[in-house]
T-cell receptor, first 119, second 112 residues
């Protein structure tokens, strides 16, 4: 399975500021995703992080609010811009495993998440 | 469209009780089905999966069977432990894009 490191693990921010979350994977992966988990809710896909090109955003999410970078096959960042209290959530990075046993391939693995509180 | 509906929680059980968490889905085609578990303060971990009809996924005593005719993937465990206390998410992915659609999650609390 892929080992995913997400930083920071948590943060408390003031409204109007921006936070950049990093996701580092221990192996090259093709697919990387960013999800949001609002308090007491399920996970919602924000976007697919594409290596070397603009991310693909889901309905309701826009690049100006959630800019994403993916400079290579092991690293991605998500920025939450101009934050408001409504952005308080857990943000999770996930990747699809492409190596290893057949049981490990094509499985989506998640980082531990970044717990963001906006005051 | 794609959706996942799972049993609303919270669910509270005594140790060694039988667990069922219901999950049904709507999807185009034949998605893969998953159960993920989120322990307190941690990220999501894959618990088990099934990729085609009648497949049974199993792990750590948990089981779920892919039922195409009822579009269901109910999670079961014969004897729960305190350490099973967590939030359980049912999910499916369709096609080749690997995007996951999640249910709302079910909080399970197991008391000694």
């Amino acid at each position: 399975s892929a080992v995913i490191s997400q930083k920071p693990s948590r943060d408390i921010c003031q409204r109007g500021t921006s936070l950049t979350i990093q996701c580092q994977v221990d192996s090259q992966v093709t697919m990387m995703f960013w999800y949001r988990q609002q308090p007491g809710q399920s996970l919602t896909l924000i976007a697919t992080a594409n290596q070397g090109s603009e991310a693909t955003y889901e309905s309701g999410f826009v690049i100006d609010k959630f800019p994403i970078s993916r400079p290579n096959l092991t690293f991605s960042t998500l920025t939450v811009s101009n934050m408001s209290p409504e952005d308080s959530s857990i943000y999770l990075c996930s990747v699809v495993g492409t190596s290893g046993s057949p049981r490990a391939k094509n499985i989506q693995y998640f980082g531990a998440g970044t717990r963001l509180s906006v005051l | 469209g794609n959706s996942v509906t799972q049993m609303e929680g919270p669910v509270t059980l005594s140790e060694e009780a039988f667990l069922t968490i219901n999950c049904t889905y709507t999807a185009t085609g034949y998605p893969s089905l998953f159960w993920y578990v989120q322990y307190p303060g941690e990220g999501l971990q894959l618990l088990l999966k099934a990729t085609k009809a009648d497949d049974k996924g199993s792990n750590k005593g948990f089981e779920a069977t892919y039922r195409k005719e009822t579009t269901s993937f109910h999670l079961e465990k014969g004897s729960v432990q305190v350490s099973d206390s967590a939030v359980y998410f049912c999910a499916h992915s369709g096609g080749s894009n690997y995007k996951l659609t999640f249910g709302k999650g079910t909080l399970l609390t197991v008391n000694p």
